[in-house]
């Protein structure tokens, strides 16, 4: 979420934000963009970026921009807005054909960073597929995998 509406979830008793998602490559690459997109302060800790990629070395890179000024890194395998389809991006990634370009985004920023990457995902169509995926990412160095 936006800034404010995070300080305001902090004063009523919230103990970790979220930024809204950003595009991992032009957060690494654009100093206006993370002007536009990113903002925080003292007060917004304990704070996690979060970001769409579909590169190991923008999510890496975007994870290492990030990280003097959050506390862990957020990949989104979640999103499936159109938006999503069209970037290949988000929930558009869990499909099998994607598993070792995922596992290697993972890899990458976990090695780029001291803080931790976390992830988030939909439920695949069985448990089984799920869980699976899941210990691929905790085994890549997700510190956290929400679904």
Known sequence: SEL????LCRKYGATLGYTPMMDAGRFARDVEYRKSEFQT????????????????????????TAEPYCDAVDLNLGCPQRTAYVGHFGSYLLGEEDRSLVLSMVKAANSAVSIPICVKIRLLDTLEQ???????LRDAGAAWVAI
């Open 130 to 136: 799920t869980a699976e995926l899941v210990r691929q």
């Open 41 to 64: 302060c003292t007060e917004d800790r304990p704070l996690v970026c979060h970001f769409s990629a579909n590169s190991a070395e923008d999510f890496a890179a975007a994870a290492k």
């Open 4 to 7: 404010a509406f995070r300080l």
